[in-house]
């Protein structure tokens, strides 16, 4: 060894160094096309410079022993002797970073050109140990330029896009990613955006294609997503296709079924809505607005009997309530049972005096038994709670003018139509009031004709 020359035999050493530090400094640092904590190792050739490679192959054998603070010391004089070397940019910039000195290290590896997705997966990964959102964001933008079709990156821009409220982006980021990795989810939620911003036929289409990939239970929200976009194009029928394949896949699910069920009645599908509302009460009893509004549609549909169940039940779990109270007064008064019904809309309007409905029920069961007296008295009672309510005012002068008080009807009538010139009824019961006592006889027929004109079919 006494005859090799000096600088021969640290040649030979540092090629040494440099295959033993290559195979250790790679379990310091991530490489690959995903982001990681871990900085990532350069694959760059060596500087072909000797004194260059003397500095950068002892750098890595120290950085292979865990001698940050010494590698660092000899990348920097090889970058003396091969100022423009990638390789030996990157060995300090890492460096840098495992010692904790990211401010060093992002500005070391901002100055390699040109920036590889090697180099761009380190400094992001600095600028994320330094919450660097801004810069991170611009390393990302100019990592998608050199790389692609790198999947990962599409999917962190697609998410910086959201929290940045930047949907335009945040689209076309996912659109990316579609493209390279094709997944349901990502069709779904590209569907949800576009139709956030109006796009619906390419929300459809996106949608459209969610489902083709995922015909399962995970497919619900497509669904309601062009369940919704039918809606909105007011094609009900279309809208309801998706209502009901959604259920279908989800035959348990009471929240699914209680959104169709409220879309149905808002389509006034009263025989379908009734149906499913019977069926969510099976999968969950405790539904009390269900169960209402069962009550409700039973009564329309004349189902008496099991409309007064449900409301009875209603009132006993849920309490007291006044709507409730009348309609159960109607389906007595509708039996013939006068006593229920009286006792049922009083109750109602104990519970809610300005509920006009109770009192004008129970007025017109006063009049139609010739209590008379008892409607005026109920009338003004009501009014009192609402003096200009068309409805109360044309019952009190109905039952004054029944219970004989012509005068007083008369007046009652003329303020009505004062209020409301156009209320046929009050311009049809005030002329036949005139006409049939031989009163007023130009002006009971004006009252009269005017009736006819506002509603010609009656």
Known sequence: MSNVPRQVLAVVLCGAFLLFASGCASSLAVRGDAPSDEPAQTKERVPLIPEAYHYFTTGNYLASTGDDSGAVIQ?????????????????????????????EAAITAESIRPRDSEVLSFLAQVYART??????????????????????????????????????????????????????????????????????????SWFRRAVVSDSSQKATRVMLGLAQIWSERDEPDS?????????????????????????????ELAEEALAEARQI?????????????IAILEYDAEQLDSAEVHLTDWITRYGDDALGRFLLGRI????????????????????ADSLVEGYLALGFLYNQQGMHDSAVSLYGTALNHRPDHAGLLFGLGAALEQGDHFDEAVTTFERLIALEPEHAPALNYLGYMWADRGLRLAEALDLIKRAVDIQPDN
Do not use: C
Request: proline share 4%.
């Open 332 to 351: 007595a008064q509708e039996r013939g049972d006068t006593a229920t019904a009286e006792a049922q809309y009083l109750q109602s309007i104990h519970l």
């Open 281 to 293: 009460l099976k999968l969950s009893p405790d539904e009390p607005d269900v169960l209402y509004r």
């Open 131 to 204: 919450r660097s959102q801004a810069r991170r964001q611009a390393v990302y933008e100019e990592w998608a330029t050199v790389e692609p079709d790198n999947v990962h990156v599409w999917q962190f821009l697609a998410n910086v896009y959201r929290i940045a409220g930047d949907t335009v982006q945040q689209m076309a980021a996912l659109e990316r990613v579609a493209e390279l990795r094709p997944d349901p989810a990502v069709y779904e939620t590209l569907g949800f955006l576009k139709l956030q911003t109006g796009q619906t036929e390419e929300a459809e």
């Open 239 to 267: 809208a309801l296709v998706y209502y009901r394949h959604a259920v279908e896949l989800n035959y348990y699910n009471t929240e699914l079924r209680r959104r169709f069920f409220y879309y149905l009645l808002q389509q």
């Open 75 to 103: 990348y920097r004089r090889a970058l003396t002797y091969d100022p423009g070397s990638r390789a030996i940019r990157l060995a300090l910039a890492q460096a840098y970073a495992r010692e904790g000195r990211y401010d």
